[in-house]
């Protein structure tokens, strides 16, 4: 397994830390950031969330540059993007900080992808994200981050970035999977 592959398996490895950290009840108090309370446990979880979602970057990055991108890559990357963030849209909606029927509509396109995903390597296609599903993986890292860090940096002005940016990840989630489809539609068309 070559270093960009490891890197993905270790945010895989990051979401259970990240569940224990946000769904365990510690009590390690509060910290006062930016004129508001953050519950220790968020802010931790926040950081390792987004610590495994930079990660993304890195191995995708690093198998570029040496030229060490692999079908497991291909395999690997998405899966675990698809893992950690339904993990951290299942725990805001168990937080109640995320509507549950947005995080049912992102985690179905999840699921369709993969599923075409697999129906895809039937045929002998292994397909890498296009620059669409790397806007939406973005969208909503940059929106899952804000609602578990609680709006912080936006709080003093009242203005609901959290929201806004899960809005604009379920824009993009849906965009992305119409795309998806389209795109590989010819696999439906050769199946009996």
């Known amino acids: ?3 960009p592959n490891k ?3 270790s945010r895989i490895l990051l979401i259970p830390l990240f569940l224990i950290i946000m769904l365990v009840p510690f009590d390690w108090g509060e910290v006062y950031l930016l004129g508001t309370d ?3 446990t968020h802010l931790v979880g926040a950081l390792i969330f987004i610590f495994a979602s930079a990660t993304d970057w890195i191995d995708g990055h690093y198998a570029r540059k040496y030229n060490l991108v692999t079908n497991m890559g291909k395999f ?3 899966l675990a993007d698809k893992l950690l963030v339904s993990a951290a849209l299942i725990v805001l909606v168990e937080l109640g900080y995320a509507p549950s029927w947005i995080v049912i509509i992102i985690i179905s396109r999840e699921f369709a992808v993969t599923g075409l995903r697999l129906l895809l390597a039937g045929e002998g296609e292994v397909v890498a994200a296009n620059m669409l599903g790397k806007i939406k ?4 890292i940059v929106a899952i981050s804000a609602l578990l860090l609680h709006n912080i940096v936006f709080q003093a002005v009242a203005f ?3 929201t806004v940016a899960l809005w ?3 824009l993009f989630t849906i965009w992305s999977g119409w795309d998806y489809f389209a795109k590989n539609a010819h696999v439906f068309k050769n199946s009996k």
């Open 168 to 170: 604009v990840a379920l």
């Open 1 to 3: 397994m070559n270093l």
């Open 137 to 140: 993986t973005w969208t909503q």
């Open 38 to 40: 953050l519950p220790v």
């Open 76 to 78: 690997l990357d998405p």
């Open 7 to 9: 890197i993905t398996v």
């Open 160 to 162: 609901p970035f959290a």
